[in-house]
């Protein structure tokens, strides 16, 4: 008998005996994309010539991991996404984070600094430091970074719309600190396309945004080298209620975009590619998420090697930070959040993540405490440690469901691709709403499937229970507002004002023209003009996006 014969034979002859006698708990089960999930791969859904397909770690497709060893040589980068309030409580948390064993900082700026706002901006008015770090100068920066050596960690920071200017501040506290910008290692996720249609903090339409990426790209390879320019962010899209599959097919077509305007702009993809990096949500379905992570690498090198025609083992290879998912995150009896994070990030650990943010217990109730944040650091050094997951490479290849997972996520994935190439590309989709209703489709359907209890989470619709939260709370102190005004004011008054007037002038001259933009974001913020006033001044030429009504 061949093997799908036996596969028959066993499906009609003792297992549909057994569910006759024993009901399975639901009629069909699926993953979050709509995976199918049969009680066992059927042979005939594994691909012939597997092992040929998934190569070794280290070599095209990059389906079993980027690097030959993965974590036998080192472990990925525990880099916890930290700040809030002023930039001194912030640089407290991240050395007290840097005592504890994390090995890469990340940082969480406020929604004034987000969008380009300083703290003394009406606009601002009630948000300073309550969704994270306050910066708006670079003596905010300087203090951000006080006591710690530029040159010897890694930094990523969460910044889009205004990325080239808070990378412009901390290039320049480098040079304070006498460091070589050659020798500064990060990330700015830098990623405007996810912004129009998942998380919202952009700017300025997208020309001009995508000038800034293509200008901090262009600026990063001769100056910047080992910075990671961009960081393609698949996190936002997830958390916005996409499934795993749109996940990967949403990111990567916004990775061509970029690809695409930086070869526009006259860069080299074998010069540039292997600074791309990209950011994924570890969610709440084990398998199909390490699926996932296996999937997007094989799709994305296919893409780069044929697509792009590029030469360089370097280029084809994506290198990705995962954060656990905070919309699993639940209000209702917190403590459960730790076992949650405890899967995701096994799951990212077992996808093969270069880097990875777990989330605290505590998030879906207010900023996290140092006690939880502690317990989310040891939850990634108990698994790199104790789980011995790490100890070989792509533990889980030749299983069959995960063989069947990824070949499935991918083929969704690479069918949204061709979809948006169909519309003109990522922001044509973008701009006619096509993204944007894919994810609320999904979004929406998730959402029904909790209501109805086909999907259940534990202490929300199943498993209640009457509670009083005792958790620590961490709360910002409103004084801060005050004291950033404070502090802003001084600076305006100690800086140079004929300086600070010429360099608004050359800089509104530059953004009208093609020069790159860097250079002089760089001189603007040493010489002590703020986020808010480069910010300003670019909304005055570029204008400002306004999100279209696709109802």
Not at 143 to 157: A, C, G, H, N, Y
Not at 359 to 388: C, F, H
Not at 420 to 446: H, R
Request: glycine residues 6%; negative net charge.
């Amino acid at each position: 008998m061949t093997d799908q014969e036996h596969f028959e034979a066993w499906w009609t002859e003792l297992y549909a005996r057994s569910i006759r006698k024993f009901p399975e708990r639901k009629p069909f089960f699926y993953t979050s994309s709509g995976i199918p999930l049969h009680p066992i791969v059927p042979p005939d859904s594994i691909h012939p010539g597997r092992f040929n397909e998934l190569g070794f770690p280290g070599q095209y497709p990059f389906v079993r991991g980027v690097q030959p060893t993965m974590y036998r040589g080192r472990f990925w980068t525990m880099r916890q996404y930290a700040g809030y309030s002023s930039a001194e409580e912030s640089n407290a948390r991240y050395r007290f984070l840097l005592e504890q064993g994390q090995t890469g900082l990340s940082v969480a700026f406020d929604l004034p600094t987000q969008i380009g706002y300083d703290a003394d901006d009406p606009i601002a008015l009630g948000e300073v430091g309550k969704v994270g770090v306050s910066i708006s100068s670079i003596e905010d920066m300087e203090t951000l970074f006080q006591e710690i050596p530029l040159d010897k960690v890694s930094t990523s920071m969460t910044i889009n719309a205004p990325a080239a200017i808070l990378l412009a501040a901390y290039i320049a506290v480098a040079k304070k600190q006498g460091v070589d910008a050659g020798k500064l290692r990060g990330t700015i996720q830098n990623d405007i396309l996810k912004e129009y249609v998942a998380r919202g903090t952009y700017i300025f339409p997208p020309a001009p945004s995508m000038r800034l990426i293509t200008d901090t790209m262009r600026y990063c390879q001769q100056e910047v080298p080992n910075w990671n320019t961009i960081s393609i962010s698949g996190y936002h899209i997830r958390e916005a209620g996409s499934t795993a599959a749109q996940e990967v097919g949403f990111t990567l077509a916004n990775a061509i975009a970029y690809i695409e305007a930086a070869k526009t702009a006259g860069m080299d993809v074998d010069e540039f590619a292997p600074q791309l990096s990209f950011f994924f949500n570890a969610h709440n379905n084990f398998l199909e998420e390490i699926a996932k992570f296996r999937a997007a690498r094989r799709l994305y090198a296919r893409i780069m090697k044929e697509r792009f025609q590029t030469k360089k083992s370097e280029s084809q290879k994506l290198r990705f930070h995962t954060q656990t998912a905070g919309s699993t995150l639940t209000a209702q009896q917190p403590e459960n959040n730790v076992v949650r994070v405890t899967l995701q990030a096994l799951a990212a650990v077992l996808g093969g993540t270069q880097s990875l943010h777990t989330n605290s217990m505590d998030e879906a109730l207010w900023l996290p405490t140092e006690k939880s944040v502690q317990v989310a650091l040891r939850t990634q050094q108990i698994i790199a440690y104790e789980s011995g997951v790490a100890d070989t490479v792509d533990p889980l290849a030749g299983s069959y469901l995960i063989e069947y997972l990824t070949d499935q996520i991918e083929e969704k994935a690479d069918a949204y691709i061709r979809k948006i190439d169909e519309l003109g590309g990522a922001l044509k989709a973008i701009e006619c709403g096509y993204v944007s209703n894919e994810i609320q489709d999904a979004a929406f359907s998730a959402q029904r499937r909790l209501e109805t209890g086909e999907d259940v989470v534990v202490g929300v619709n199943k498993f209640q229970q009457h509670e009083t939260i005792e958790l620590e709370s961490l709360r910002i102190n409103p004084v801060i507002e005050a004291q950033q005004r404070e502090r802003l004011a001084r600076l305006r008054q100690s800086r140079d004002p004929q300086r600070a007037a010429e360099l608004m002038s050359r800089l509104e001259t530059a953004a009208k023209g093609t020069e790159n933009l860097m250079p002089l974001f760089i001189e603007c913020i040493e010489s002590k003009l703020t986020l808010g006033e480069i910010c300003n001044l670019l909304r005055s030429v570029w204008g400002e996006y306004r999100a279209p009504n696709f109802f």
